[in-house]
């Protein structure tokens, strides 16, 4: 009885052929030499990571240092403002919250140290530095202190 062998595609008949090839002079070299091969392939590899990953790493701006009362010069004034916190619908230049002033107007609110968004819909007299938003449309207050008025 005749059997068909399965059929191999040339590449993979290749690729067989090419593995066979290695294993045998791998397996003919000195301790030493295998050592010395596997080492050098472990450091090459290392430095394709580090080279690709100087290459391919995204640029990251340097965060803004969080504001602090002690360190502001006599250029910034702080500023004081009593109104009612309340959440943008889209938040805006990193505010997610503005003080909506007596006099209709809203100023947005910013802050790294104080957790803003316990205050929504609380009346409170807020102070910090005050800055132009990029657009020059609207003011952001960037929070040092923030009091709960009482309902006196």
Same mark, same amino acid.
Do not use: C, H, W
């Given at each position: 009885?005749?059997?068909?062998?399965?059929?191999?595609?040339?590449?993979?008949?290749?690729?067989?052929?090419?593995?066979?090839?290695?294993? &045998?002079?791998?397996?003919?070299?000195?301790?030493?030499?295998?050592?010395?091969?596997?080492?050098?392939?472990?450091?090459?590899?290392?430095?394709? !990571?580090?080279?690709? !990953?100087?290459?391919?790493?995204?640029?990251?701006? &340097?965060?803004?240092?969080?504001?602090?009362?002690? &360190?502001?010069?006599?250029?910034?004034?702080?500023?004081?403002?009593? !109104?009612?916190?309340?959440?943008?619908?889209?938040?805006?230049? !990193?505010?997610?919250?503005?003080?909506?002033?007596?006099?209709?107007?809203?100023?947005?609110?910013?802050?790294?140290?104080?957790?803003?968004?316990?205050?929504?819909?609380?009346?409170?007299?807020?102070?910090?530095?005050?800055?132009? &938003?990029?657009?020059?449309?609207?003011?952001?207050?960037?929070?040092?202190?923030?009091?709960?008025?009482?309902?006196?």
């Amino acid at each position: 009885m005749v059997s068909n062998p399965p059929k191999i595609s040339p590449l993979l008949s290749r690729l067989k052929a090419f593995f066979a090839t290695a294993e &045998t002079r791998l397996s003919a070299m000195p301790r030493r030499q295998v050592i010395l091969l596997v080492l050098g392939l472990a450091l090459g590899f290392a430095l394709l !990571g580090v080279v690709f !990953g100087i290459i391919l790493t995204p640029y990251n701006p &340097t965060s803004t240092p969080p504001l602090d009362s002690d &360190t502001t010069n006599g250029d910034d004034q702080l500023a004081s403002y009593t !109104g009612i916190v309340r959440a943008l619908g889209d938040p805006k230049e !990193g505010s997610a919250y503005y003080l909506e002033l007596e006099e209709g107007k809203r100023i947005l609110l910013r802050s790294t140290a104080i957790d803003i968004s316990f205050l929504e819909d609380a009346s409170v007299t807020a102070k910090g530095v005050v800055a132009g &938003t990029a657009d020059g449309t609207e003011q952001i207050l960037f929070v040092n202190s923030i009091q709960i008025k009482s309902n006196d």
